[in-house]
C-alpha cells in the first residue's frame, strides 16, 4: 500500500519560512519522480516544484527563487523548503507520486500536470499573513 504523508505547514508572517517533508511508504522510493503540489478552494492544484529519480529539479513561476525542493533517497523523504513566503503561497500542499517509476528526467523536471500523478498525501496547510 502506497502513503504519502506531508507534514510542517503552520502559519507564518509573510517573509517567514517553512519547511514541508513527505514521507513515502510502498513504493521503491529512488526509482520515482516526486513532485509538490497546492491548492487553494476553488482553484486547480498547481504543481510547486518536481524532483526526479536523479535529483533533476523543476519550479514552477511561483516557486522560482524562493522555494528549494530535494529529497533523501535514504530516508523515503522529500522535501520543500519556503522562503520569503507570500500571502498568495496559502494554500493545501500536497506531495505526489506518479503511478510507474524512471519518468524521463526531463519529464519531471518539465512539471508534469496533476494528472499525471497517481499517488496523493492528505495535505498540509500553509497559511501566509501579511
Known amino acids: 500500500q502506497v502513503q504519502l504523508a506531508e507534514s510542517g505547514g503552520g502559519s507564518v508572517h509573510a517573509g517567514g519560512s517553512l519547511k514541508l517533508s513527505c514521507v513515502v511508504s510502498g513504493l521503491a522510493f529512488a526509482e520515482y519522480c516526486l513532485g509538490w503540489f497546492r491548492q487553494v478552494p476553488g482553484m486547480e492544484r498547481e504543481v510547486v516544484s518536481t524532483v526526479s529519480y536523479s535529483g533533476s529539479t523543476g519550479y514552477g513561476d511561483s516557486a522560482m527563487g524562493r522555494f528549494t525542493t530535494y529529497r533523501d533517497n535514504a530516508k523515503n523523504t522529500l522535501y520543500l523548503q519556503m522562503n520569503s513566503l507570500k500571502p498568495e503561497d496559502t494554500a493545501m500542499y500536497y506531495c505526489?507520486?506518479?503511478?510507474?517509476?524512471?519518468?524521463?528526467?526531463?519529464?519531471?523536471?518539465?512539471?508534469?500536470?496533476?494528472?499525471?500523478?497517481?499517488?496523493w498525501g492528505q495535505g498540509t496547510q500553509v497559511t501566509v499573513d501579511s
Open positions: 505526489a507520486a506518479p503511478a510507474a517509476p524512471y519518468c524521463p528526467g526531463d519529464y519531471c523536471q518539465g512539471l508534469p500536470p496533476a494528472a499525471h500523478f497517481g499517488y
